[in-house]
């Protein structure tokens, strides 16, 4: 082997100016590969995570009323015009034993029963259309991050204090420690003393949700004891569509992932990895095809010296690695290269970008380039390979 090593360096420096080109472009090919896949797995994870700051990552409900028709007697033909059920304010039955069951399964890393509602926010004259949510500040804080979006006060939701959204509070002229009058209709009313203000960053909740003690928020919309949602997240982000199937299994209650409430997100998220596997697929397409041309015009240029190594006794298969250990050797350097140019490129992109978001290397992206490249090489070595093994020394050394 190291025979067949010492000839490929030989070869590789006697066709200094091709080798150098091909290395830049393997270089150049392989930095695309890593600066690509890296720059669209920071945008993935940027938008994942500002969907996902706002919501569950699985939102189970008690099951959609539906209208139960009484069977026709047999030998009668029966017509049905039947309008859709309106879906009332309900609660979890048994919302206690079945956040139980959530807690201890597999893949679940955190529960919180909800209960939410629609109300009317008013301050003096003006009045909006409010969302109320009682939570559990201590198990809602696992799923939802709602500490990390205050912008004024702090988050309190005991004692008749509530915290509202930003846009909430500019509409209706709020400010810390004001009072907002939470009207439920059916002469449910309350006033609430507003002890922090958020953003989560989406207009329409920062402009209707408002946040109260679980028990409040029960009294206010005629709900003693209920929870109309549970919600939860999971472990692994991309398994929550099996984790929901499992949940209303066992359950026999609604269960909505994320996946399914943000389809339109999950067809661009997987249209993104799709171009990324395509680019990388082409761009390893196009350094196999350099490595083969420079070995092939390689193999063509030194056919006498080829001839001569062969009358000397070297065999076939020696000869065959000859080509295999240069195409492995000018993917591996070139990839190495590539992988530092890519490197640099992401460092550039978070320290002098838009900082819209911050790029992340995934520790087994430059080795998966690297290898990537190195197979390729490999690969595209094989045919001129092949054909330098099988050259007959006589008619090579008179060529």
């Known amino acids: 082997m190291w025979i067949e090593s010492t000839i490929a360096v030989r070869f590789m420096r006697q066709g200094r100016a091709q080798t150098l080109l091909i290395l830049v472009g393997i270089a150049v090919g392989v930095a695309v590969i890593v600066f690509v896949t890296a720059l669209i797995a920071g945008l993935q994870d940027n938008i994942v995570a500002r969907t996902l700051g706002t919501q569950a990552h699985i939102r189970v409900e008690a099951p959609r009323e539906a209208n139960r028709i009484a069977p026709a007697p047999a030998g009668t033909l029966q017509l049905v015009l039947e309008d859709p059920r309106p879906q009332a304010l309900r609660p979890i039955n048994n919302w206690l034993e079945a956040r139980d069951v959530l807690d201890g399964l597999d893949g679940v890393a955190a529960v919180s029963p909800v209960v939410s509602g629609p109300a009317f926010g008013r301050r003096g004259e003006a009045v909006e259309s409010v969302a109320l949510v009682g939570i559990d500040p201590a198990r809602y804080l696992r799923v939802i991050p709602l500490d990390d979006n205050m912008v004024e006060g702090r988050l309190d939701v005991g004692s008749g204090n509530a915290v509202v959204g930003r846009q909430l509070a500019e509409d209706l002229g709020l400010r810390l420690g004001g009072k907002l009058r939470l009207d439920a209709g059916g002469g449910r009313e309350a006033i609430v003393n507003v002890a922090g203000i958020f953003e989560l960053g989406v207009r329409e909740l920062d402009a209707r949700y408002v946040y109260l003690d679980l028990k409040q928020a029960q009294s206010l919309l005629a709900l003693p004891g209920g929870v109309t949602v549970i919600d939860v997240t999971v472990d692994d982000l991309f398994g929550a569509d099996r984790v929901a199937s499992r949940v209303r299994g066992l359950t026999g209650l609604q269960a909505e992932s994320w996946m399914e409430s943000n389809a339109q997100l999950m067809n661009a998220l997987s249209s993104q990895s799709l171009s990324t596997n395509m680019i990388s697929f082409f761009v390893a397409m196009s350094v196999a095809l350099g490595i083969a041309s420079v070995l092939a015009v390689s193999v063509a240029q030194r056919t006498r010296e080829i001839g001569i190594l062969r009358a000397m006794g070297t065999r076939r298969r020696q000869m065959l690695l000859v080509f295999l250990v240069q195409g492995a050797v000018l993917g591996l350097v070139g ?57 007959d020394p006589v008619e090579a050394i008179r060529g």
Do not use: E, H
């Not at 460092?347 to 190195?374: D, H, Q």
């Open 335 to 391: 990839s190495a290269l590539g992988a530092l140019a890519g490197w640099g490129l992401v460092a550039a992109f978070n320290t002098f970008g838009p900082k819209l978001f911050t790029i992340p290397m995934p520790a087994v992206l430059v080795p998966a380039a690297m290898a990537l490249a190195t197979i390729a090489g490999v690969g595209a070595a094989l045919v001129p390979a092949s054909r330098a093994s099988r050259l």
